[in-house]
C-alpha cells in the first residue's frame, strides 16, 4: 500500500528553517538502539543521542514498560497542594546521585523550565536572607540555558536573544572560555582558568552585592562542546563564595553520565549551589526536568514565610508528573543495572581517538571533546552558519544525524554504543568532512 503524502502545512516546527524543511523534508519514523529509520525504511546512526537525551538508546523496553504500568495505574496528578508518591521516591534517588548537599528536588517538564526555576529560587532564596537586591544574574558569552524569559536573558548565543532583547532581565555576561590557541585540544585546556577574574571584575562593576548568582554550562554544550580549562570552576566556586553570590550549573546536556561520572559537577569536583538537568533523566522518553538544591536554600525559603501560603510562588500543571516520574525511575535503573556510567567513562577513550582521527580533513576547523561528547567546529563558509546546515543535511543523506549548531557539529552518541558503531559514525563524518567541494559553501 503506499504511503499518503504527508501534509506539513499545519506544524511549525521549533529550531528550524521550516521552509527549507519543507523543500527537504528529513523524518524519523522509528527508533531502537543507536538507530533511526526514516519512514522509507532507510537506516540513520544516531550520533547525538537524539538531542542529547537517550543516554541509554532508544526503545528501552524496561521504560515503556514502567510509563505503561504508571498510565493504568495512576495517569496524572496534580502537585499543588497535592502529591503522588512515586514524585518522592524519584527525589530520594536522585539525591543518591547527585552532589553531595545538593538533595532538595523541584521538578519541572524541560531544560528550559528548570532554569527559569533556578532563576526564581535563588532570587526567593536571597529574599529569605534578608538581601532582597540581589537581583543581577551573570552567565557567560556561548552560553545556552534554554529558552524561556530568564533561559534567554542568560543565553550568550547572540541568535538566541537578538529578536528578544526588549524582555530579557538583568544579566551580564563573562567571556567565553575558547581561543584559537586551544585548537584541536582533548580534554580540558591547560590554560584559561584566569578567565573566571571575569566574575570578579563584574561583581566590581555592579556590586558583588548585587548578584544573585552565576549560571555556567559545565561544559558548554550547545555551541559546540567548549570545556573548561583546567581549574576554571575551581575559580568560579571561590569567587562566588567570597561575594555570597549562589554558583549555578546547568547540567541539562551533561547529567547522567555524559562526562563519565554521574554529573559534571562531580568529574570536576566542583559542587554548586543549584543544579538543573533534563534531557537523560528520562532517558528523553517523556519529558521532565528537575533542579537539585543544597537544603539550607530550602530550609532558608521555606523558614522565610511565615503565613500559611505557600513558599515559593511558582510551579508547572505538569511538575513532577507520575508518569515522567515513572520513566525517570526507569532510566535510573537502567543506568545503574547497565552500568553506564561507567561505560561511558571506559568508552571515552575509544571516542575521542575517533573524533580527533577526524583532524586533517578539509572541513575540520577544530576538535574538542570530553567523556562521551565532542564539537566538531567546520572551517568558515561564506555565512555564518550556512555551512552547519548543509553539513548536517549531507551527513543525514549518508546516513548520520548529529546537531549543528552554527557551524559546529555536536556529535555525542549514547552510553550503550559500541567501539564498531562509532567506527560507522566516525566513517560518514570522515566522507562527508573530507569534501572538499565544500569550501566553496
Not at 510509563?67 to 496534580?78: F, I, K, T
Not at 535563588?122 to 530568564?150: D, I, M, P
Not at 571584575?201 to 548578584?211: A, F, V
Not at 543535511?393 to 550503550?416: M, N, Q, S, Y
Amino acid at each position: 500500500m503506499d504511503q499518503q503524502p504527508l501534509n506539513m502545512d499545519h506544524h511549525w516546527l521549533p529550531f528550524t528553517n521550516n521552509k527549507l524543511f519543507h523543500a527537504e523534508p528529513q523524518l524519523f519514523a522509528k527508533a531502537s538502539g543507536v538507530r533511526y529509520w526514516t519512514p522509507e525504511g532507510r537506516e540513520i546512526l544516531d550520533g547525538a543521542s537524539g538531542l542529547f537525551c537517550c543516554a541509554a538508546g532508544h526503545g528501552r523496553r524496561e521504560i515503556a514498560e514502567a510509563v505503561h504500568a504508571q498510565l493504568l495505574e495512576l495517569d496524572y496528578s496534580p502537585h499543588f497542594q497535592r502529591a503522588a508518591p512515586i514524585s518522592f521516591e524519584l527525589a530520594e534517588r536522585l539525591s543518591g546521585i547527585l552532589p553531595k548537599g545538593l538533595d532538595r528536588v523541584f521538578f519541572g517538564s524541560s531544560g528550559s523550565e528548570a532554569v527559569d526555576t533556578a532563576m526564581k529560587i535563588c532570587l526567593a532564596y536571597h529574599r529569605a536572607k534578608g538581601e532582597a537586591q540581589r537581583t543581577r544574574f551573570v552567565s557567560r558569552a556561548w552560553g545556552y540555558h534554554g529558552v524561556n524569559l530568564g533561559g534567554t536573558s542568560l543565553a550568550g548565543m547572540v541568535g538566541n536573544r537578538r529578536e528578544f532583547s526588549s524582555v530579557t532581565c538583568d544579566v551580564v555576561h563573562m567571556r567565553h572560555t575558547w581561543s584559537d590557541e586551544q585548537r584541536f585540544t582533548r580534554g580540558q585546556p591547560d590554560d584559561g582558568a584566569w578567565l573566571a577574574d571575569d566574575l570578579e571584575e563584574l561583581c566590581k562593576t555592579y556590586g558583588g552585592e548585587t548578584i544573585a548568582a552565576v549560571f555556567v554550562e559545565p561544559i558548554a554544550g550547545s555551541i559546540g562542546t567548549i570545556v573548561p580549562p583546567k581549574g576554571y570552576l575551581q575559580r568560579l566556586r571561590a569567587i562566588a563564595d567570597k561575594h555570597g553570590i549562589l554558583l549555578v550549573f546547568d547540567e541539562v546536556i551533561t547529567g547522567f553520565g555524559r562526562t563519565g561520572a554521574a554529573f559534571a559537577s562531580q568529574e570536576f569536583g566542583v559542587t554548586p549551589d543549584v543544579l538543573t538537568m533534563a534531557k537523560a533523566l528520562t532517558n528523553g522518553a517523556i519529558p521532565m526536568s528537575a533542579v537539585a538544591v543544597k537544603t539550607e536554600i530550602q530550609q532558608a525559603v521555606i523558614d522565610s514565610i511565615k503565613a500559611d501560603r505557600p513558599e515559593l510562588m511558582h510551579g508547572y500543571t505538569y511538575s513532577a508528573h507520575p508518569v515522567a516520574c515513572a520513566a525517570a525511575l526507569a532510566s535510573l535503573n537502567i543506568y545503574r543495572d547497565d552500568g553506564l556510567f561507567a561505560r561511558g567513562q571506559a568508552m571515552s577513550d575509544a571516542f575521542l581517538d575517533a573524533v580527533f582521527s577526524l583532524r586533517n580533513l578539509a572541513q575540520v576547523h577544530d576538535l574538542r571533546g570530553y567523556g562521551m561528547i565532542s564539537g566538531i567546529q567546520l572551517t568558515p563558509g561564506k555565512t555564518p552558519g550556512e555551512k552547519g546546515s548543509l553539513v548536517q543535511r549531507l551527513l543525514f543523506k549518508e546516513g548520520l544525524h548529529v546537531k549543528a549548531t552554527g557551524d559546529a557539529l555536536i556529535f555525542a552518541p549514547a552510553l550503550v554504543t559500541t567501539e564498531d558503531e562509532i567506527g560507522a559514525m566516525t566513517d560518514i563524518l570522515r566522507k562527508v568532512l573530507g569534501r572538499g567541494e565544500l569550501m566553496a559553501a
